[in-house]
């Protein structure tokens, strides 16, 4: 690795750290700029899925105060995940490479439009029967959707904490602090099973992960610390733009 590599990958994840945090979408630029730093797009989506586990210490040890009020029920929710995160992975295993690259410019495309209509979203699941949110129905029906979004966290990432934070709110969570802190355990939880399954066939590439890891636990712990000072409409046009612009650059590229 050169210097321009490594400054190049740690800047990276630093900057997904901190949106993450902040409003989930930071693997909208670590993928991508693997990709652009020479990595194979499996071996990429492998690598800053590993790398970004990281982040989930940073951003957990910043919402430590909102994770303490939690409901107890809401912490059924990311079980059914963790399955669905190793069926993602092992379904990442089996694809060919050529045919990945093939479906990364749609799946990053899909992610920055799932990111853009995140708050929209949000406001349709809310606007539904409040003593609804409190069902058993309800719970059930967030934790089978849980398990798809852990299929496509385990698959692809990016995106998992927008379809994460729109699950909390089926339930009728409003505390976005709260939501955050939650998502970024939850998500933690489906990276780590995918990054351990990763790890094992040998799908990694190290040298990036170790400087990645570092920049997304600072990035992760100082979004938590900004997201409570600052608004998220800079940050999620930045997303939004990067989002786009990697997407068009590799449907061009394909």
Known sequence: MDFLHGVVAF????????????????????????????????????????????????????????????????????????????????????????????????????????????????????????????????????????LFVGVYGGYFGAGIGILILASFSILGMTDIHQMNGLKTVFAGSLNVVAALYFIQQKMVYWPDVGIMALASIIGGFAGASTARKLGRTAVRRVVVAVGLGMAISLFIRA
Request: aromatic fraction near 8%; charged fraction near 10%.
């Open 11 to 146: 800047a990276s994840a630093l900057a997904a750290g901190l949106i993450n945090a902040l409003a989930a979408g930071g693997t909208l630029l670590t993928f991508p700029t693997l990709i652009w730093l020479g990595l194979n797009s499996v071996t990429a989506n492998a690598t800053s899925t590993v790398a970004l586990c990281a982040f989930s210490v940073g951003g957990v040890v910043g919402y430590r105060k909102e994770l303490r009020t939690v409901e107890p029920r809401m912490w059924l929710i990311g079980i059914p995940g963790l399955f669905g995160g190793l069926a993602g992975a092992m379904l990442l295993r089996m694809t060919p490479s050529r045919i990945f690259d093939q479906l990364v410019p749609y799946l990053i495309l899909f992610a920055t439009l799932l990111f853009l209509a995140q708050d929209r979203i949000q406001r349709r699941l809310k606007s539904a029967d409040p003593e609804a949110h409190q069902s058993t129905s309800w719970l059930i029906g967030a934790m089978i959707f849980q």
